[in-house]
T-cell receptor
């Protein structure tokens, strides 16, 4: 079945460090891919998306590129801030199953 | 624009009690879903709806019922609460999930004792 695997956390970084959170997916066909962010005590917010191969999603300095060849959608940010501390979820959507499939989430902690 | 509104935010139930988690959206979205979030497991789909009068089961539907009588509302009923249903519940809606993803509510934290 379809699944999403993302790197385990927690990831601890100093402010202004480079961030990479790895994500790979398995799917029948070519799903839409999303990154969601969950700040402490809040619901999930859509961070960025890519709906077809080679698309690059970007928002708030975060980027991710839909790589069909490696079935990956890694999240990157060039310079993290303390306010980026949150849990990040890699998510796929396959219309045939009409549901979002979540990775387990990666907790990011950024220290001053 | 309120988005997706969930009530209550917190609830404690005794084993065997029933209750309804409320979810309402004001965006005229056809698609609505309920997820539960458990530590280290991401979110898992309980039930979903593709429009008023249409519902279907997700991957963990046992112990839960839903109905969709209007586009705006999608309540989740716990029939006889069990400790295994202790979780955080999220309602979400979308006009086109494959393109826009889902908009999530702020969640209901449920504890069953």
């Amino acid at each position: 079945g379809n699944s999403v695997t993302q790197m385990e956390g927690p990831v601890t970084l100093s402010e202004e460090a480079f961030l990479t959170i790895n994500c790979t997916y398995t799917a029948t066909g070519y799903p839409s891919l999303f990154w969601y962010v969950q700040y402490p005590g809040e619901g999930l917010q859509l961070l960025l998306k890519a709906t077809k191969a080679d698309d690059k999603g970007s928002n708030k300095g975060f980027e991710a590129t839909y790589r069909k060849e490696t079935t990956s959608f890694h999240l990157e940010k060039g310079s993290v801030q303390v306010s980026d501390s949150a849990v990040y979820f890699c998510v796929s959507f396959s219309g045939g199953y009409n549901k979002l499939i979540f990775g387990a989430g990666t907790r990011l902690a950024v220290h001053p | 624009n309120a988005g997706v509104t969930q009530t209550p935010k917190f609830q404690v139930l005794k084993t065997g009690q029933s209750m309804t988690l409320q979810c309402a959206q004001d965006m005229n979205h056809e698609y609505m879903s309920w997820y539960r979030q458990d530590p280290g497991m991401g979110l898992r789909l309980i039930h979903y709806s593709v429009g008023a009068g249409i519902t279907d089961q997700g991957e963990v539907p046992n112990g839960y019922n839903v109905s969709r009588s209007t586009t705006e509302d999608f309540p989740l009923r716990l029939l006889s609460a069990a400790p295994s249903q202790t979780s955080v519940y999220f309602c979400a809606s979308s006009s086109n999930p494959g393109y826009y993803g889902y908009t999530f509510g702020s969640g209901t934290r449920l504890t069953v004792v």
